[in-house]
């Protein structure tokens, strides 16, 4: 399920001017620690991992880390999971085809299929 626009408006909110959101998907991290929720946000020029409330977590609080947007997102390990500079975060299987997306815009443009509505 996509992230709604309340989601992307808050993380928009949040990041200031970092440029138009390409992705945005949940994830959770388990690790030594602890646990948290977070909103990965994929722009035009980075990756931003925002922590999210504890009850809420489609209520980023605070950018916990942040990326070049050149920092490849896969491979996805079963899990699923990514590792992003050693931290581990977990998501739901759905959003799979967008952490490829991502990272297929950057590292293999050819493979993403043409805009369907251009002038859109």
């Known amino acids: 399920m996509p992230v709604g626009s309340a989601v992307r408006d808050r993380c928009r909110t949040l990041l200031g001017d970092h440029g138009e959101i390409r992705y945005v998907f949940p994830a ?51 899990g699923p999971v990514i590792e992003l500079d050693s931290i581990v975060f977990e998501f739901d299987e759905e959003y799979a085809a967008v952490v490829a997306a991502a990272d297929a815009e950057i590292f293999a443009p050819e493979t993403l299929p043409p805009d369907p509505l251009p002038e859109l």
């Open 28 to 78: 959770v991290s388990a690790g030594p620690g602890g646990t948290g929720n977070f909103l990965v946000v994929v722009t035009a020029s980075s990756i931003s991992v925002l922590a999210t409330r504890t009850l809420r977590s489609d209520r980023p609080v605070a950018v916990f880390a942040e990326f070049p947007r050149h920092t490849r997102l896969g491979p996805i390990l079963p």
